[in-house]
């Protein structure tokens, strides 16, 4: 099995960032050696912090969908003569970040928006609730754009801009994200579900965990998708076959939905 799985709102609890509730799955994850691949709107240094305190060391699909970063040999040896991924353990699916900058600056005015790169770290802080440090973190983008637009009516006029400079919107948790047309997280799950397939010689058992309209594409990429609520016991309206919804928002009912899973798994594997 390999489980993918959103951070924010999904894992990490909306207000807090916190993913305490969720430890006790986590640590089943870690003893089973299921591989727990974060796909999330984050930037690459943002998860590399949060693999370290969760003690995860498997690949992660970063700025939704941008790119794939794999540990050092984690599919083997570059030198065995097969066709694994690039040396500097990077698949980049996404935009040069300068580009899509280019695009907002060029947007800016006609359509009210401001992206990451036009905010001060306090004021991306204060709009998420991160911490000065975290927040900092969350200004390193390499391949996509949140941002925040004053009259949400004019937004089909900006994807139409989008569309002929070759990017696309998607609506995350609390920003909007501007990333390349041809990007998103379920073209970067399957990519890495065929890796596992061909060096690690299985045909693995998917789930996909998230809580928002950018998680669509990976949900639908998997053999088990999961819905999270929102805290406020709303939800996105998605109909997949054999989907579960969570139970309650955040890292418990991540915590709920995995346990269920892992043990449904293992009934399955007992003879």
């Not at 003569?81 to 060029?106: L, N, Q, T, W």
């Not at 036009?118 to 927040?135: H, N, P, R, V």
């Not at 639908?220 to 939800?235: C, F, K, N």
């Amino acid at each position: 099995m390999i489980i993918f799985t959103d951070l924010d709102g999904t894992l990490l609890d909306y207000a807090t960032y916190s993913w305490e509730n969720a430890a006790p799955s986590l640590a089943r994850i870690r003893a089973e050696g299921v591989p727990l691949i974060f796909a999330t709107s984050k930037t690459r240094v943002e998860v590399e912090k949060i693999r370290v305190l969760m003690n995860v060391h498997d690949p992660v699909i970063v700025e939704n969908g941008g790119a794939i970063f794999f540990p050092a040999g984690y599919f083997g040896s570059d030198s065995d003569g097969e066709d694994r991924p690039p040396s500097d353990r990077c698949i980049r699916m996404g935009k040069p970040y300068a580009e899509i900058r280019a695009f907002v600056a060029d947007m800016r005015d006609r359509f009210s928006i401001r992206g990451f790169g036009d905010l001060e770290t306090a004021e991306i802080a204060e709009l998420t609730g991160l911490a000065m440090d975290q927040a900092d973190l969350a200004r390193a983008r390499e391949f996509s754009e949140p941002f925040l637009i004053s009259d949400s009516a004019a937004l089909p006029d900006l994807e139409m801009e989008a569309a002929r400079r070759g990017l696309k919107i998607t609506s995350g948790g609390r920003f909007y994200h501007l990333i390349a047309a041809e990007q998103d997280k379920g073209r970067a799950v399957r990519k890495l579900i065929d890796l596992y397939a061909r060096f690690r010689g299985t045909n693995p058992r998917t789930v996909a965990i998230g809580d928002s309209r950018n998680d669509l594409s990976m949900l639908e990429q998997a053999d088990q998708p999961v819905l999270i609520p929102r805290p406020d016991g709303t939800r996105e309206d998605f109909d997949l076959p054999n989907l579960i919804i969570a139970p309650f928002p955040g890292s418990l009912g991540w915590n709920a939905v995995v346990a269920r899973i892992l043990s449904e798994e293992g009934e399955h594997r007992t003879p």
